[in-house]
């Protein structure tokens, strides 16, 4: 309750995806099933927890980790659903996940063959983006983009989320994210 929202975000992820990958390594399939049931509990446990007495800076940090949480979740049942027992399985790699570097004394984000470092920026205590597979596909598609120095410019119809989707990923690297309308 006493944290910053971005350091509990950061601890969370990097947590969980080395949790996630021990659980892959020791067991396979197995481990991650066990620490999904795991993950299930804690969830439990953090809506529990907001249905608490919370200030509101708090009730917008634990509702946007469990809005993270739930993704996590939902990637634990994809592992297990297509017998994920390899760190380098697609499945896995395809999904942003933390490590800390301790030659760089930092912490790196990576999705699929990117690696960024994490911003740093600080993006104030907001709410998240729920994440679907397609939030996952344009993750995957910007990230690329970027570490390519060229640039993205999702495409569809008006409403369907393209900007928040971008900023989003802005707020999971810690990058700033400055938004043009060119059509106003």
Known sequence: KAWPGQCVFNASQLHWTSEVEAAIRSSGVQGIQEYLNQWNKQLMDM?????????????????SLI?????????????????????TAFEWISQLRYYWDME???????????VFPYGNEYLGNSLRLVITPLTDKCYITLMGAVALNLGGAPAG??????????????????????VFNCSD
């Open 47 to 63: 809506v529990d927890l907001v249905r608490g007495d919370l200030s509101e800076l708090v009730q917008i940090t634990m509702g």
């Open 157 to 178: 119809p008006a409403g369907t989320g393209k900007t928040e989707t971008t900023k989003d990923l802005a707020k999971a690297l810690a990058k700033q994210c400055v």
């Open 104 to 114: 760089f004394d930092a912490m790196f984000v990576k999705c699929v063959q990117t």
């Open 67 to 87: 809005v993270i949480d739930v993704h996590a979740r939902d990637v634990l049942e994809i592992l297990i659903a297509n017998q994920v027992d390899q760190v």
